[in-house]
């Protein structure tokens, strides 16, 4: 089974991070907003790792994309 995966678009003044219906936004980091998420998700001890866009991610506004990590 592949790790959940987490896309985050450019939100306001900020960045707005998405992972299984759950949301979680970050005014100075995409990186925090993805980590936020899959907190929400999957507990404090999980943790994220960027990802490569796919192919429909820019038209569909996604800057980044993660994984999440579960650190035990």
Do not use: F
């Not at 979680?24 to 507990?43: F, L, P």
């Amino acid at each position: 089974m592949s790790d959940p995966i987490i896309k985050v678009r450019a939100a306001g003044n900020g960045y707005t991070a998405t992972c299984n219906g759950k949301r979680a936004s970050c005014t100075w980091s995409h990186e925090q907003a993805a980590k936020s998420v899959a907190q929400k998700c999957y507990g404090e001890k999980a943790g994220v790792a960027p990802d490569y866009l796919q192919d429909g991610d820019v038209a569909a506004g996604i800057q980044y994309r993660y994984h999440v990590t579960h650190n035990h």
